[in-house]
Structure formats: structure tokens, C-alpha cells
């Protein structure tokens, strides 16, 4: 149970896919312009990577190592293609204004990476924790980046307005320039958090083995 | 080598087959709900641009001036016997793709109102056209699609002259446009041609065909 609760925590922030290993950012620019697009994307993404993980672990040892790509890219676009039809049928507000984005998560290097990285070699349990700790991982900073977006560039947050009426939006923001800007001060801020949560874990181990 | 081919080539074949016996039984079973949907967001949209209409009649005989743009189906808007006017669903490329719009023509030879069902542009830029608040008059509280209604159809329908651009999306803003003023000019064209046809209804049949075979030209030409 601890070692899958150390893969989950990976994803969050020491490994996260967005901040640690700069995966999958094309989609976080492109849909982060207002919160609601990104809670959607994450939370489509994530589905698609845990079933994609799951069935991968599951089926790893009949994967002929040589197809193992195509046979990858057959399980991630059934997948997506599920994600799409289902956001389709049941949220159209949200399938319409993500559009594109939504196919495009069959190339989200995110899934083809943890996939061919991770769930290809470990167990179920492993790949299941790693799906939902980078899900968890991608999807945070999708809102966080969203919020300071939405919330600079257009004065809402979820389409709810915030800032007065008399606050003029700060179009830059919104614009893909302005995704980069705030996408670099989440790294510095997570680079930031990373270095002080292994700080903090040293000086316990050191209290520790004085105490010892 | 080549029993291995064979192996490898089976078990893709294998995964593939799954996946597509998976797909199917998602589609068969979200299928009736797309369509739902898609039906539901149409008759809204008609509601919205007619409030008092009840009645839809599918009508034929448009033709695009732009080649790019396409009618898919056409309506006149009834209250009961009376016309309202016409809404024409026309699809156009736009930057991401096609764009599909329902376009609404009252008898005034004004835009009665657009509404956007399908576009796939830009989230936060383009898509901005479809965004219900997002305005181009911030002070109006008019939508990029909003600020047609009402109209012209002699008006030059030109970005950044006539009509305002959704920022930093002028294809968008442009594509649309095109869009509106194809589907107008349709309809336009269509009234004159049925007006026409209504005034010598009472005449011999014979000349309503002189009748239309005159304007259909027109209708292309403009």
C-alpha cells in the first residue's frame, strides 16, 4: 500500500508531467484559456490514461515488444474515441468548446509516455496509481494555469465575472504568449515546492536518526 | 522470420478487432443521444432566433455564391400560416475547420439573428464567436454573431469596417461573415423568386416556371 501511495505521489509534484517532465504541454496552453475547459480536459485525459495504463499492465505480456507502439496507439485512440463520443452525448457544452482538443489527447505524449514507460513494465496496482497520480498531476496544473488565465485575461472565473466591472482584460494572457508566461512561473513555483518538501523530509530523517 | 511475421501481424489484427468491437458498442449506445442533442441545440437555436414561430417547413433551391460554402437544409418559419422568414443552416470552412451556422432572414430582407452550432476554432480565441458572453460591444452587450441581427443584407458585411472582429481571431471573424452574407444573399434571392412566384400565383402555371427559370440565374450570379 506505501509503495503505491509513493507512485501516486510522484505524479503530483515531483514528477509531475507538465512541471518535471515537460510532457503533453501542447494541450495545456492551447485549452487552458478558462477554468471549465480545464477541470474537462484533465479529467479527460485522466480517463483516458488510467483505462489505457490498466489495459496495457494487464496485457503487457502478450505485447510483442517489436508492435508494441501501434498496438499502444490502437488502446489510447479506442480510448479517446469513447472520451469523445461520451462528452458528446452527455456534456455538448463542454465537447464544443474544447472542439479539437479532445481527438487530439491520442497524442498527448503524457499517455504515450507513462504508457510506454511505466504501465508496459509494472503491475496493475502500480500502473493504476501512476495512471491517477499523473491524471491528478496534469489536471491541477491545467486549473491553476486556467484560473490565472481566465481570471487576468478575461475577468471571469468559470465564466463567473470576478474582477469589477471596471477592470480592463489583460488580453495577453489569453493568448498563447500568455500561456507560456504563467506556464513558467508554475514551474519556478513547483521546482520551488519540490525543493522544500525534500528539504523538510531530510531535516525528519535527520531529527530522526539523532534521535535514534 | 516469416512465422513471426505472421504472429505479429495476428495479434495486431487481434488488438485492433477488440478495440473496434469496443467502439461499436459505444457508438451504438451513445449515438441516440448525439442525435438527441444535436436536435435539441437545433430547435433551441430556431426558438431563439423565431420566438413566435411554430412551425418549420423544409424548403429547397438555394444556391451558394461561394463554392467553399454549402446549405445543408433550409427552413421557412411559420406562425401558424403566417411567414416569418427563413433560416437556412449553412456551413463554411473556418480556421479549424468547417464551421456550421444557422442563419435567420426575416421579411425585412434583414438578418433576424446567427447562431453557431458547430465550430472548431481556437478555445479562447475563435471559439470566442460561440461564447453567449463573450462581446464585441462590451458596452452594448452585443456577441460577434449578435451584432448581426438586424442587419442589411445590402450592408457591405466587411471585418473591421461594418462588422467587429472577435480579437486576434479576424479568420474567424472573416470566415463567419462570409458565411452569414452567403446564406443571406441565398435567402434574399429565394424570397424574390417565391415573391414573384406569389404575385402571378394566380396566373397560368406556365408562367411561374417562365418566372423562375428568370431569376434562378440571378440567384447564382449574385
Redesign the interface.
Known amino acids: 500500500m506505501k509503495k503505491l501511495y509513493k507512485v501516486f505521489r510522484q505524479g503530483i509534484i515531483f514528477e509531475n508531467p507538465l512541471l518535471m517532465l515537460m510532457i503533453g504541454l501542447c494541450s495545456a496552453i492551447?485549452?487552458t484559456?478558462?477554468v471549465s475547459?480545464g477541470i474537462g480536459m484533465g479529467l479527460a485525459m485522466t480517463f483516458v490514461l488510467f483505462f489505457s495504463e490498466v489495459i496495457v499492465s494487464l496485457f503487457r505480456k502478450?505485447?510483442?515488444s517489436?508492435?508494441r507502439m501501434?498496438?499502444f496507439l490502437?488502446?489510447i485512440?479506442?480510448f479517446t474515441?469513447?472520451v469523445d463520443?461520451?462528452m458528446?452525448?452527455?456534456f455538448?457544452d463542454l465537447s464544443?468548446?474544447?472542439?479539437?482538443?479532445i481527438p487530439l489527447i491520442v497524442v498527448n505524449c503524457i499517455i504515450m509516455g507513462r504508457v510506454e514507460a511505466f504501465a508496459s513494465k509494472q503491475s496493475l496496482g502500480s500502473a493504476i496509481a501512476d495512471s491517477l497520480g499523473m491524471g491528478l498531476g496534469y489536471t491541477w496544473v491545467l486549473i491553476g494555469i486556467a484560473a490565472l488565465r481566465e481570471l487576468f485575461?478575461n475577468g471571469?472565473l468559470a465564466?463567473i465575472q470576478v474582477m469589477p466591472a471596471s477592470y480592463q482584460p489583460i488580453?495577453f494572457f489569453?493568448?498563447p504568449p500568455g500561456g507560456f508566461f504563467v506556464f513558467s512561473f508554475f514551474v519556478a513555483f513547483n521546482i520551488w515546492l519540490k525543493r522544500r518538501m525534500e528539504n523538510v523530509e531530510r531535516k525528519k530523517l535527520e531529527a530522526r536518526e539523532e534521535a535514534a | 522470420m516469416k512465422k513471426d511475421m505472421a504472429k505479429l501481424g495476428i495479434t495486431l489484427a487481434l488488438f485492433a478487432s477488440v478495440a473496434c468491437a469496443c467502439l461499436a458498442v459505444v457508438y451504438a449506445f451513445t449515438k441516440e443521444n448525439i442525435e438527441m442533442q444535436a436536435e435539441k441545440q437545433f430547435n433551441a437555436s430556431m426558438q431563439e432566433l423565431f420566438p413566435q414561430a411554430n412551425a418549420f417547413d423544409k424548403i429547397q433551391g438555394f444556391v451558394s455564391s461561394d463554392p467553399n460554402i454549402k446549405f445543408e437544409t433550409a427552413y421557412e418559419v411559420k406562425n401558424g400560416t403566417i411567414p416569418l422568414g427563413l433560416a437556412i443552416k449553412a456551413v463554411g470552412p473556418s480556421y479549424g475547420g468547417t464551421a456550421t451556422l444557422l442563419v435567420a432572414v426575416d421579411l425585412h430582407r434583414s438578418i433576424a439573428g446567427v447562431e453557431v452550432i458547430e465550430l472548431k476554432d481556437t478555445p479562447g480565441l475563435g471559439m470566442n464567436a460561440s461564447n453567449p458572453s463573450y462581446y464585441v460591444n462590451k458596452a452594448k452587450k452585443t456577441t460577434f454573431v449578435g451584432q448581426f441581427a438586424g442587419k442589411f443584407l445590402t450592408d457591405p458585411f466587411e471585418v473591421k469596417k461594418d462588422v467587429v472582429a472577435i480579437t486576434a481571431a479576424t479568420i474567424t471573424s472573416r470566415s463567419l461573415t462570409k458565411i452569414i452574407k452567403a446564406a443571406g444573399d441565398a435567402a434574399i434571392a429565394y424570397m424574390d423568386q417565391k415573391m414573384a412566384v406569389q404575385t402571378v400565383d394566380s396566373n397560368a402555371s406556365q408562367q411561374q416556371n417562365t418566372q423562375q427559370q428568370g431569376t434562378q440565374p440571378n440567384a447564382g450570379g449574385k
Not at chain 1, 464544443?96 to 482538443?101: E, P
Open positions: 492551447a485549452v484559456t478558462n475547459n502478450l505485447i510483442p517489436i508492435i501501434p498496438i490502437i488502446v485512440g479506442a474515441t469513447i463520443l461520451i458528446k452525448a452527455y455538448p464544443k468548446s474544447m472542439g479539437v482538443f485575461g471571469t465564466g488580453l489569453v493568448l
